[in-house]
């Protein structure tokens, strides 16, 4: 008997050494891990469109690609957008608190556009708004027999300790692994996407398949955004420049899609934007948009970190396409030009989270900075910052143009996980202080959580901090 209690306290003290010891590492940096899974591959290319998951509804003119976003700044307004193949049709939506039971309408607009000689259906875009916080709403879209009904639920009041769970989600295309990503998403709780860029992959095609791609892809994520708000930001592959086919406007087929709250954040561009949601203030950048001093977006963005504020939304996120830290071959550097003129501000601002897409893979840094480094002199490497973000790649959608596996080796000091699977990320929020983080894997047809996080948050962690080392010099004046 005294043996074995030797024995265990002996395994017990071997075992809180190991987990002192990992946890030095993941503090200060040093204990990256590049994942060695590889997966059995499904085909990297696109579902075909007489698959039903591209199913078109019945009836005359039926509402498709049904999808909604956020409305407004702090999560009271839900904009509605589907597409009537046939005519314009009705642009109102009725709702209300209770299903098939509509007591209240809103009207919408409508607009259509042209790439090529494709000509897009009738696209509706109806604000909702005045509506109540934590409820559910059904609400129906269309005509007669061939009207379609869904739901939606708001988020909570705009609160500290308000919980709430996100999705992220990069880069996603229609392809069977893009099917296995959202399915996968569906079932994980996640109450809102966050969407970090290239959503079609429209752009892979030519003349009219364009257009007929971008309407696949809405009816294929409708069963998801049809439910709940997807916070769009747009990455290279809605641009769509191509003079070979007359088509110059850039984001012309993402910005007559997908609308976003920009005007209710003071943006004078969709492209870039911020909501508040629960405990979160969430800021959308564009990447391929002009960002450098004096810049509309640059000036934008120094005004809306000047409208954060911690003690009601304790968690400051940045979503954008384009990967400021990436240790990966494929668009490596890329986000360069992005660091060196916002990095500093989101160090000041002590945000949480920046979640980015671009590179078909999925990867998450320690928090580290590199604001002392310019062409002549200061650091030329990152260095850990305990007041700096947490970058995250989620590029790992599913499209077609398959997988970033060259991870440049030795992994680097601010990498602390990487992985070339497909997969989604979900963040849930529990109060102003916690919030658990999970990378999920899609390991042949199933979800697996394969990179876990219990993050503090910036704000908080700083003040108590703070608080202590007050409350310590009190009481020793005393």
Known sequence: MLLACRLLRSQLFRFVI???LVFSYVENGNAGLTSTFVRTLWPAAD???DNKVFAIPKGYNAPQQVHITQGDYDGKAVIISWVTPDEPGSGTVKYGTSEKSYDFSAEGTVTNYTFYKYKSGYIHHCLVDGLEYDSKYYYKVGEGD????FWFQTPPKIDPDA???????????????????LEHYMKSGGQSVLFAGDLSYADRYQYDDVGIRWDSWGRFVEQSAAYQPWIWSAGNHEIEY???MDEVHPFKSFLHRFVTPYTASKSTNPLWYAIRRASAHIIVLSSYSPFVKYTPQWRWLREELTRVNREKTPWLIVVMHVPIYNSNAAHYMEGESM???FESWFVRS?????????????ERSYRISNVHYNVSTGDRYPVPDKSAPVYLTVGDGGNQEGLAGRFFDPQPDYSAFREASYGHSTLEIRNRTHAFYHWNRNDDGKPVTTDSVIFHNQYWA?????????????????
Not at 164 to 181: A, M, R, V
Not at 353 to 360: K, L, Q, T
Not at 462 to 478: D, G, I, T, V, W
């Open 18 to 20: 190991i987990l002192v």
């Open 47 to 49: 579902i075909p469109l």
């Open 146 to 149: 061939s009207s379609r009904d």
């Open 163 to 181: 919980s709430y769970t996100f999705g992220i989600i990069g880069d996603l295309g229609q392809t069977y692994n893009s099917l296995s990503t």
């Open 242 to 244: 191509m003079p070979e």
């Open 339 to 341: 660091r060196a003129v």
């Open 350 to 362: 002590k945000v949480d989270f920046i979640f980015a897409g671009h590179v078909h893979a999925y």
């Open 462 to 478: 700083s003040n108590l901090h703070r608080r202590r080392h007050l409350k310590a010099r009190e009481h020793a004046s005393h």
